[in-house]
T-cell receptor, first 115, second 114 residues
Framework: NAGVTQTPKFQVLKTGQSMTLQCAQD?????MSWYRQDPGMGLRLIHY???????DQGEVPNGYNVSRSTTEDFPLRLLSAAPSQTSVYFC??????????????FGPGTRLTVL | AQTVTQSQPEMSVQEAETVTLSCTYD???????LFWYKQPPSRQMILVIR??????QNATENRFSVNFQKAAKSFSLKISDSQLGDTAMYFC???????????FGTGTRLKVLA
């Protein structure tokens, strides 16, 4: 198993550009989520999905879109990048949505810089 | 709203010594889970230990153990026999059972000194 994979590892954007951060898992996990990590602020939940076709907002959803057309993939879209979106982005997945007894597996992260 | 607070931004410990990282949380719920995650310099997030709120017994995983004080809403992590590989950021996290949202603290940077 590759686990949770994220691409790209690094990305530099200009203000106003759009891009998609890719996340995929091969563990047949129902639950997938996106976090951003900023210095001094820990991880904050952006969006999550409890299965194909089902997504919902987390703590900081503004400026981001998601969709879940397959169990394996959960891309995060930035429609018009802003400097405030400079951050490290993590994707995570677990088998049983909503169960704290399941381990969340994290991807290696994407470092995004918006100029 | 639930919150998670880690009041120690940085800590250091000598190799082979014991260190305790603090975490407090605020919730009105009774059924929830608490976690400690480790993030080494590689940036990979790794689950260290998990505690279910309805369990009185403190969780342990090898050299890692927690002191879970439900009434005080405190969830500290004790690392015994610290090793150089324990150098990392440590995050405390909370989730309420049946929800899909995890709340993380701001982290404690731990450095193990040789």
């Amino acid at each position: 198993n590759a686990g949770v994979t994220q691409t790209p590892k690094f990305q530099v954007l200009k203000t106003g550009q759009s891009m998609t951060l890719q996340c995929a898992q091969d563990m047949n996990h129902e639950y997938m989520s996106w976090y951003r990590q900023d210095p001094g602020m820990g991880l904050r939940l952006i969006h999550y999905s409890v299965g194909a076709g089902i997504t919902d907002q987390g703590e900081v959803p503004n400026g981001y879109n998601v969709s879940r057309s397959t169990t394996e993939d959960f891309p995060l879209r930035l429609l018009s990048a802003a400097p405030s979106q400079t951050s490290v982005y993590f994707c995570a997945s677990s088998y049983n949505a909503g169960s704290g007894t399941d381990t969340q597996y994290f991807g290696p992260g994407t470092r995004l810089t918006v100029l | 709203a639930q919150t998670v607070t880690q009041s120690q931004p940085e800590m250091s410990v000598q190799e082979a010594e014991t260190v305790t990282l603090s975490c407090t949380y605020d919730t009105s719920e009774n059924n929830y889970y608490l976690f400690w995650y480790k993030q080494p310099p590689s940036r990979q997030m790794i689950l260290v230990i998990r505690q279910e709120a309805y369990k009185q017994q403190n969780a342990t995983e090898n050299r890692f153990s927690v002191n879970f004080q439900k009434a005080a809403k405190s969830f500290s992590l004790k690392i015994s026999d610290s090793q150089l590989g324990d150098t990392a950021m440590y995050f405390c996290a909370f989730t309420r059972k049946g929800t899909y949202k995890y709340i993380f603290g701001t982290g404690t940077r731990l450095k193990v000194l040789a």
